[in-house]
């Protein structure tokens, strides 16, 4: 009698269980979300960084780092009555004196002229001084021809003082007197003393009424050192 068997072949492979496949799967799948996740995360944290690196200006490197210079400060201009700039007929006077008193710690004045070329000619004459004029005195121009020049004619400077006019400076120290006429037609050749003094305002109110004196000729010799005066600066104006 043959033996029939109903059941499952022994040669047939029971099939895997569903549920450790799906197990297996599973977790392979959350492996790979926190994965992912975990670049998202850590991408997001960089965006910032990466926008802030963006947007901050470039460092300098050390090379292009600016150097600190040290600048001196301003200095007034060394020229400011405009002496050096003046044209070229104009001349520093050979000869000049000042006052080392007055200015021992003061700049040095300086002085130029220029002479027109008449019979009789005009002086005129611009230069700078740092002097504090006292209270109650004034500063004044004086001209002396000289006695060792001749007009000509063959007549030497009479050596006399002719006060011409007084002088404000400015506050830099300018001052000028423009075209003086030296004195008579055929006076060219008669060098001119120019001096600067300080005299009392009372004093400088009598000169310009001793001018007006009928057939007055300037101060002598001893007259002029009977005026209370103090010198300031002197030179030379040729005339030749």
Request: net charge negative.
């Amino acid at each position: 009698m043959t033996d029939t068997n109903t059941g499952p072949s022994d040669d047939t492979a029971a099939p895997a269980p569903q549920d450790e496949t799906e197990e297996s799967g599973g977790g392979k799948t959350r492996v790979v979300i926190a994965a992912i996740g975990g670049l998202a995360v850590v991408a997001a944290a960089a965006i910032p960084l990466l926008l802030s690196q963006q947007t901050e200006p470039p460092r300098p490197q050390p090379s292009q780092t600016p150097t600190h210079i040290e600048t001196s400060p301003l200095t007034p201009a060394d020229d400011p009555c405009d002496l050096d700039r003046l044209g070229d007929y104009w001349t520093q006077p050979p000869s000049q004196r000042y006052n080392e008193t007055l200015f021992a710690d003061r700049q040095r004045p300086s002085v130029y002229s220029q002479v027109s070329p008449d019979s009789n000619p005009e002086v005129s004459v611009k230069g700078q001084l740092n002097l504090d004029v006292p209270a109650g005195q004034v500063l004044y121009l004086i001209r002396r021809p000289d006695p060792k020049t001749k007009d000509s004619f063959g007549n030497p400077g009479n050596n006399r003082y002719y006060p011409a006019t007084s002088i404000t400076p400015t506050s830099a120290g300018c001052w000028e007197d423009d075209n003086r006429p030296v004195g008579y037609p055929g006076v060219k050749g008669i060098g001119q003393i120019y001096l600067l003094v300080l005299v009392s305002r009372d004093q400088a109110a009598k000169f310009p009424a001793d001018r007006k004196a009928k057939d007055w000729d300037g101060y002598s010799q001893d007259q002029w050192r009977a005026i209370n005066t103090i010198d300031v600066i002197s030179f030379n104006v040729s005339t030749t």
